[in-house]
């Protein structure tokens, strides 16, 4: 799928009123990551849930960029998190993926991106492992691990 494409399928799942790129699937944000060279997957989440495991990413040729958004284990603002991604990716035309454990805090560093300039900042919906069941327990139904998309130990 295009840019152009997948652009304006997240703009139709966008949150209202807000200014980023909008909402992808984890499908399509794999799928745009295995074919496009300028695209990015940015796991926003703590040290300590990348030790549970990341998104495999090696099929893509790609490795995920791990930087916090919050760290563990006060989830204190990370406030290198500009800084850090700018420097891991310069070009603010580049498509950037913001993924975390259920898609709250990738929302909010898509949003800040966006507003340092990157055009395209989408947030992967229900993250790397979805929305809490009935259960409270995280990874059903939703989200990376869900859709069985690559994934391994951190």
């Not at 807000?18 to 695209?39: I, K, W």
């Not at 790397?128 to 059903?140: D, I």
Request: charged share 25%; proline share 6%.
């Amino acid at each position: 799928m295009t840019l152009e494409l997948l652009s304006e399928k997240a703009r139709q799942n966008a949150h209202e009123n807000l200014a980023y790129a909008g909402e992808v699937s984890p499908r399509d944000a794999y799928g745009h990551l295995a074919l496009e060279q300028n695209a990015f997957l940015i796991d926003v989440r703590t040290k300590p849930e990348w030790e549970q495991g990341i998104p495999d990413l090696t099929d893509t040729g790609k490795n995920p960029l791990l930087i916090e958004w919050k760290k563990a284990p006060d989830y204190a603002l990370n406030s290198n998190f500009v800084s850090e991604l700018s420097k891991a990716v310069p070009d603010k035309n580049a498509a950037l993926f913001f993924l975390c454990r259920s898609g709250g805090r990738s929302l909010d560093a898509a949003l800040a991106m966006t507003q340092q300039g990157y055009r395209h900042c989408f947030n992967v919906t229900d993250g790397f492992e979805g929305s809490p069941a009935t259960n409270q327990q995280y990874g059903r139904p939703t989200g990376w691990k869900a859709e069985k998309l690559p994934w391994r130990q951190g």
